[in-house]
């Protein structure tokens, strides 16, 4: 992907547009006819901010996606909503559509920017790295080679990997929306969902381990273009799992990010199961 390239191609004019086409940079890895979770998460972030910030000084502390059924790569409709409206914070919701079908709905929490003095031994201890030092490496697990994983730029962290851990750094390499810069919500967006895929211990030939959700929480605003992913995922024998992630840029923890994952087997039970 090209620094001048982008997810989606908007349907008219950016600023009132409702629809936006994919690319085959949103591709994910389970079907090359469908998007990966992170770009429509990001897209209707960047609906839902564009709402607020005509309603106040307003940053996003939560976001839950919900994925509805898969996402075709396609022209995507946004629609926003409120859901609560008060002088401190602000719920708002958007629905993404293809083809008249809701495919993902999200919602999302916003705070009123104040100045608040608080002691400063209360924020997270910060874990300066530089990630342009690190290696680069790429999701090799992308049967086609175009999409999310040729979209961002992954280095590996230095955190000592147990299994079902990783630590891993993501940058989007060109535009969430074409002729614009991400906000650093939307570039967290873009990145968080790939919690499921950074340090996964299911072998990808036999288990799928598709998230139905994505939640994110932020305290601080990202600095610079890498998301740090450090996570930790739970499979249960019950079809189960849970990824757990710390979300950091390179001063430090910036918020946590959350997905459940429904697991399947590819194929009958081995016999050595």
């Known amino acids: 992907m090209r620094p001048d390239e982008a997810l989606y191609l908007p349907d008219g004019d ?44 307003f940053q996003l502390a939560c976001v839950t996606t919900d994925f509805l059924r898969a996402v075709p790569i396609g022209a995507c409709d946004l629609a926003v909503e409120p859901l609560r409206s008060g002088r401190r914070a602000l719920g708002l919701q958007c629905t993404l559509a293809v083809d008249g079908r809701p495919c993902a709905r999200a919602g999302a929490l916003f705070i009123r920017r104040l100045d608040v003095p608080v002691p400063p031994e209360l924020a997270p201890a910060g874990d300066p790295v530089d990630p342009r030092g690190l290696d680069e490496r790429t999701f090799d697990f992308f049967p086609d080679p175009v999409g999310y994983h040729t979209a961002i730029e992954l280095r590996l962290g230095t955190c000592p990997i147990e299994p079902g851990c ?22 967290v967006a873009v990145a968080a969902d790939a919690i499921n895929g950074v340090g996964f211990a299911l072998e990808f ?49 910036i918020g946590r990010a959350l997905e459940a994952q429904v697991l399947e087997l590819r194929g009958p039970v081995p016999k050595d199961s």
């Open 14 to 57: 950016a600023d009132r547009a409702t629809r936006f086409i994919a690319t085959p940079w949103t591709r994910g890895p389970w079907d090359m006819r469908l998007q990966h979770g992170g770009p429509p998460t990001a897209l209707m972030v960047r609906a839902m901010e564009r709402h607020a910030a005509e309603l106040g000084e």
């Open 166 to 187: 990783g630590d891993g750094w993501l940058r989007l390499r060109g535009h969430l929306v074409a002729g614009e810069a991400p906000s650093p919500a939307q570039r």
């Open 205 to 253: 030939a036999r288990w799928t381990f598709i998230n139905a959700d994505l939640t994110i929480y932020l305290h601080r605003a990202l600095e610079g273009e890498f998301v740090r992913l450090r996570t930790r995922h739970v499979s249960q024998p019950d079809g189960r799992g849970l990824v757990d992630a710390e979300l950091g840029d390179r001063r430090g923890p």
